[in-house]
């Protein structure tokens, strides 16, 4: 079993930074591979970046790619999704997940992560 919690969300304006992290608990946790998504207002939940354990690879959204960045520090159970130049639209609870099918490839499919942490808020005023 995957515990996973996330933190660092908060309220930033347009153009800031934050930096959101994910600690997860259970044996398993370092080789899975890991995922942000992020759900808006009246929105389906969205996939935006993913990092696998074996080789690092890396998969990002069109809308974040290049101001985005996923990393995961292994020998602290946490991943780290560092967000630059946020925009309005940027504006969700931003979920971590874990996928158990896969170690070193990467999914945008919600439907391949099997545990979620509960989400936290990110605001981006104009």
């Known amino acids: 079993q995957v515990q996973l919690e996330e933190s660092g969300g908060g309220l930033v304006q347009a153009g800031g930074s934050l930096r959101l992290s994910c600690a997860g608990s259970?044996?398993?946790?370092?080789?899975?591979?890991m995922g942000w998504f992020r759900q808006a207002p009246g929105k389906e939940r969205e996939f935006v970046a993913a990092?696998?354990?074996?080789?690092?690879?890396?998969l990002y959204a069109a809308s974040v790619r290049g101001r985005f960045t996923i990393s995961r520090d292994n020998a602290k159970n946490t991943v780290y999704l560092q967000m630059n130049s946020l925009k309005p639209e940027d504006t969700a609870v931003y979920h971590c997940?874990?996928?158990?099918?896969?170690?070193?490839?990467?999914?945008?499919?919600?439907?391949?992560?099997?545990?979620w942490g509960q989400g936290t808020r990110v605001t981006v005023s104009s």
């Open positions: 997940a874990a996928s158990s099918r896969f170690t070193s490839m990467v999914s945008k499919d919600r439907h391949d992560y099997d545990y």
């Open positions: 259970g044996r398993a946790f370092g080789s899975y591979t």
């Open positions: 990092i696998a354990w074996i080789g690092g690879s890396t």
